[in-house]
């Protein structure tokens, strides 16, 4: 049997190892684990605020207090390098795979896809977000508040609904 590095996602299924007998008490059952996040990992929040830049919060010489993101950043921990759009579809999209919004389908605001490359408004499974990745690791994951990340075409009730938040979060 291969041993998984913990190099590819998904982790590879683990083939049977129990025994099936010709009745149940020649049988062995082989319960398949559940993914558990490892002891101590820590808990992950992403926070996406929307039409906020930099000179907002106190953190970085703005009005608004942000006593907890100063304390953090007083600590070391600033994140003032990502690339942002200026549309809150295309920067949701970058900020949850990690990717250039247009080479994740999210060149535009959902409204206006379009079926060209880049703009077709549909983040491909290719490209998981930080949440399957955390999920896949065994991590319980949720999303609160504006998705804006569904295509126009797939925001009926009759679905489908691989790309709601209940389908990537």
Same mark, same amino acid.
């Given at each position: 049997?291969?041993?998984?590095? =913990?190099?590819?996602?998904?982790?590879?299924?683990?083939?049977?190892?129990?025994?099936?007998?010709?009745?149940?008490?020649?049988?062995?059952?082989?319960?398949?684990?559940?993914? *558990?996040?490892? !002891? $101590?990992?820590?808990?992950?929040? #992403?926070?996406?605020?929307?039409? #906020? $830049?930099? =000179? !907002?919060?106190?953190?970085?010489?703005?009005? #608004?207090?942000?006593?907890?993101?100063?304390?953090? !950043?007083?600590?070391?921990?600033?994140?003032?390098?990502?690339?942002?759009?200026?549309?809150?579809?295309?920067?949701?999209?970058?900020?949850?795979? $990690? *990717? @250039?919004?247009?080479?994740?389908? +999210? =060149?535009?605001?959902?409204?206006?896809?379009?079926?060209?490359?880049?703009? @077709?408004?549909?983040?491909?499974?290719?490209?998981?977000?930080?949440?399957?990745?955390?999920?896949?690791?065994?991590?319980?994951? !949720? +999303?609160? $508040?504006?998705?804006?990340?569904?295509?126009?075409?797939?925001?009926?009730?009759? =679905?489908?609904?691989?790309?709601?938040?209940?389908?990537?979060?």
């Amino acid at each position: 049997m291969e041993v998984w590095n =913990g190099t590819v996602l998904p982790k590879p299924e683990k083939p049977f190892s129990g025994k099936i007998g010709v009745t149940t008490s020649d049988s062995v059952a082989d319960k398949p684990e559940i993914q *558990r996040a490892p !002891a $101590g990992a820590p808990n992950v929040v #992403v926070v996406l605020l929307d039409d #906020v $830049g930099f =000179g !907002a919060a106190s953190t970085f010489g703005g009005p #608004v207090p942000t006593p907890t993101l100063d304390g953090l !950043a007083k600590q070391g921990l600033r994140y003032n390098d990502f690339h942002t759009t200026a549309l809150c579809s295309p920067s949701r999209a970058a900020l949850l795979t $990690g *990717r @250039n919004h247009h080479s994740v389908g +999210m =060149g535009a605001i959902c409204e206006i896809g379009t079926g060209f490359p880049g703009y @077709n408004t549909v983040i491909p499974r290719s490209a998981a977000t930080i949440a399957e990745v955390l999920r896949l690791n065994g991590y319980n994951t !949720a +999303m609160f $508040g504006k998705n804006h990340l569904t295509p126009m075409w797939e925001t009926s009730p009759a =679905g489908p609904f691989d790309h709601w938040p209940t389908g990537w979060f």
